[in-house]
């Protein structure tokens, strides 16, 4: 089975901080994608990397920025955190044209 | 605009009951993958099905059920018999060949199946 762990389930965060979220896949995966997910409005893309040191923006990138350095890792980054980022982050991985296997998410509130 | 629609943002039903949700989707490629996740209420996204544009053919599993009709440009889900366990929010998603591996998503429909 596919396995997408993301670091936090819940996070609180202030106005202003650099926020962290991690994301990591044990399938050799090469695709990774960030969505946040806003009532309404469904998943909205973020950022997504096809390799390693790759990555490509979205739907929605502002404000936002992602490092892969290894194969299994994602990380997303809020620079400058602001309370319009309070959201539900979801993190996915694929194999190349293939479905997105996503992980449990980490619901952010920024105050 | 928006390339995936869910009007039903909120269904309520009784368990045993039948009920469809709805997807209709714009699209100017030939060839397109259509899909369906639930969300739980744990949050993970869960894959239920994929569908190329090239196969129409209605798909089963269990008591779920999917109707992919091209002419109207639509892709609905069907659980019959629901149960209390099917409460979720469900999305439909749309691939297009020419975006890669991106997908871009419905708002989802909530349902609820009371007991």
């Known amino acids: 089975d596919v396995k997408v762990t993301q670091s936090s389930r819940y996070l609180v965060k202030r106005t202003g901080e650099k926020v962290f979220l991690e994301c990591v896949q044990d399938?050799?995966?090469?695709?990774m994608f960030w969505y946040r997910q806003d009532p309404g409005l469904g998943l909205r893309l973020i950022y997504f990397?096809?390799?390693?040191?790759?990555?490509e923006k979205g739907d929605i990138p502002e404000g936002y920025s992602v490092s892969r350095e290894k194969k299994e890792r994602f990380s997303l980054i809020l620079e400058s955190a602001s309370t319009n980022q309070t959201s539900m982050y979801l993190c996915?991985?694929?194999?190349?044209?293939?479905?997105?296997?996503f992980g449990p998410g980490t619901r952010l509130t920024v105050t | 605009a928006q390339k995936v629609t869910q009007a039903q943002t909120e269904i309520s039903v009784v368990e045993k009951e039948d009920v469809t949700l709805d997807c209709v989707y714009e699209?100017?490629?030939?060839?397109?993958?259509l899909f369906w996740y639930k969300q739980p209420p744990s949050g993970e996204l869960v894959f239920l099905i994929r569908r190329n544009s090239f196969d129409e053919q209605n798909e089963i599993s269990g008591r779920y059920s999917w109707n992919f009709q091209k002419s109207t440009s639509s892709f609905n889900f069907t659980i019959t018999a629901s149960q209390v366990v099917d409460s979720a929010v469900y999305f439909c998603a749309l691939r297009e060949n020419n975006a890669g591996n991106m997908l871009t998503f419905g708002g989802g429909t909530r349902l609820m199946v009371k007991p």
């Open positions: 996915a991985s694929s194999l190349s044209l293939h479905e997105q296997y």
């Open positions: 399938m050799d995966h090469e695709n």
């Open positions: 699209t100017r490629d030939t060839t397109y993958y």
């Open positions: 990397s096809y390799d390693v040191k790759m990555k």
